[in-house]
C-alpha cells in the first residue's frame, strides 16, 4: 500500500508549521479529490474523503473498491477547518463517515454543496437541510474571507435538476489575489474552457483517471484531457488529481506529465500529504 509522504500527526504539525498569515496560500492533496486550502489562517477542505466507507460497502460486490493509499488522517482531527465543499453526491465526494465527525467537531460549520443536491445532503449526513451553503452553475457566495462561485462540470453529462439547477459542479475559490479552480468529477464540454477563462485560474485541480466501460462507474478527465483543459482555460499551474485511492478505476500520471511537458503547460504532481506552496511564484 502507497504511505503519503505525511500523515495523521505529522501531517497536522506541517499543516500548523505553515501557517504564516501572509500573502501565499498552501495546499495539501488528501487523496483521490480531496484537498486543504490554507490562507492568511483560514482553512477550506475540497471534496475530502478520509475514510474506507467505500471499500467497507464494495467489499462483498464484482465491484471492490481496493484501497491503494493509506488513510492520509482522521477527520476528526480537522477540528479547525473553516469551510468545507462537496461538489456533487457520490461518496468519494460526500462522506458520511468523513463530513459527520468535521462537522461535529467545529463550532459553526460551513458546508458547500450544489443547491440541487440539498435534501440528498441533508439527509445522508443527518443535518437540518437548512445548514449547507448552496451554490449553482453561474452563482457566487462568500464564506470565511473566501468567494467560491460554482461552475456546471459535465460527469459524464451536465446534469440539471427540475429547476435546472446543476447536479455536478466545480468551485472557483477567490482569495485575496489568488483564484484556485477544483472541478470536481468532470470531463470537458462545449464552453467550459470559455467560462473558466474569465476568472484567471492561478491553480487547477483536475481529475486524471479517464473513462473506461469496464469500471461501470461514470468517467473523468484522462491525464492528456486534464493537461489541455489547463492549458486551455489559462491556468498558471495544474495539479492532478483522483487517482491512486481504488485499484479498480485510477490511472499513472505518466501520461498527464508527458502531456502538459509537450504544451508547455505548468504542473506538479504531489504525494498523498504533500503540501504545494504559492512562494514558489514569490521567490
Same mark, same amino acid.
Given at each position: ?15 500548523? *508549521?505553515?501557517?504564516?498569515? %501572509? ?24 471534496? @475530502?474523503? $478520509?475514510? %474506507? ?7 462483498? =460486490? ?8 493509506? $488513510? ?49 445532503? *441533508?439527509?445522508?449526513?443527518?443535518? %437540518? ?56 468529477? =468532470? ?10 477563462? =474569465?476568472?484567471?485560474?492561478?491553480? *487547477?485541480?483536475? @481529475? ?44 499513472? @500520471? ?30
Amino acid at each position: 500500500m502507497i504511505r503519503p509522504i505525511r500523515s495523521h500527526g505529522a501531517l497536522l504539525g506541517d499543516i500548523r *508549521a505553515s501557517d504564516k498569515r %501572509d500573502r501565499s496560500f498552501r495546499l495539501w492533496w488528501l487523496g483521490q479529490s480531496g484537498f486543504l486550502l490554507q490562507w492568511q489562517g483560514v482553512h477550506v477542505l475540497l471534496d @475530502p474523503y $478520509l475514510s %474506507d466507507s467505500l471499500t467497507k460497502k464494495y467489499s462483498q =460486490t464484482d465491484k471492490p473498491h481496493v484501497r491503494m493509499t493509506e $488513510l492520509v488522517i482522521d477527520p476528526a482531527q480537522l477540528s479547525f477547518v473553516d469551510v468545507t465543499t462537496s461538489s456533487h453526491n457520490h461518496t468519494d465526494h460526500l462522506d458520511a463517515e468523513t463530513l459527520g465527525p468535521i462537522l461535529a467537531r467545529n463550532p459553526s460549520p460551513k458546508l458547500v454543496i450544489a443547491e440541487a443536491n440539498r435534501a440528498f445532503v *441533508a439527509e445522508r449526513l443527518c443535518i %437540518d437541510p437548512a445548514i449547507p451553503i448552496g451554490v449553482d452553475d453561474g452563482t457566487t457566495v462568500e464564506v470565511s474571507g473566501v468567494r467560491i462561485s460554482g461552475v456546471a462540470s459535465a460527469h459524464e453529462t451536465v446534469e440539471r435538476d427540475e429547476q435546472g439547477r446543476a447536479r455536478f459542479l466545480g468551485y472557483v475559490l477567490q482569495f485575496g489575489e489568488w483564484v484556485i479552480y477544483h472541478s470536481g468529477d =468532470t470531463i470537458q464540454y462545449s464552453g467550459m474552457a470559455e467560462k473558466l477563462r =474569465t476568472f484567471g485560474v492561478h491553480v *487547477a485541480l483536475l @481529475p486524471i483517471n479517464g473513462r473506461a466501460p469496464e469500471r461501470r462507474v461514470s468517467g473523468n478527465l484522462s491525464g492528456p484531457e486534464a493537461a489541455l483543459l489547463a492549458k486551455d482555460i489559462g491556468a498558471k499551474m495544474v495539479i492532478p488529481c483522483h487517482f491512486e485511492m481504488f485499484e479498480f478505476n485510477t490511472a499513472s @500520471p505518466d501520461e498527464f506529465v508527458t502531456e502538459c511537458r509537450r504544451l508547455g503547460q505548468p504542473f506538479q504532481v504531489l504525494r498523498c500529504g504533500e503540501r504545494w506552496d504559492s512562494e514558489i511564484w514569490e521567490r
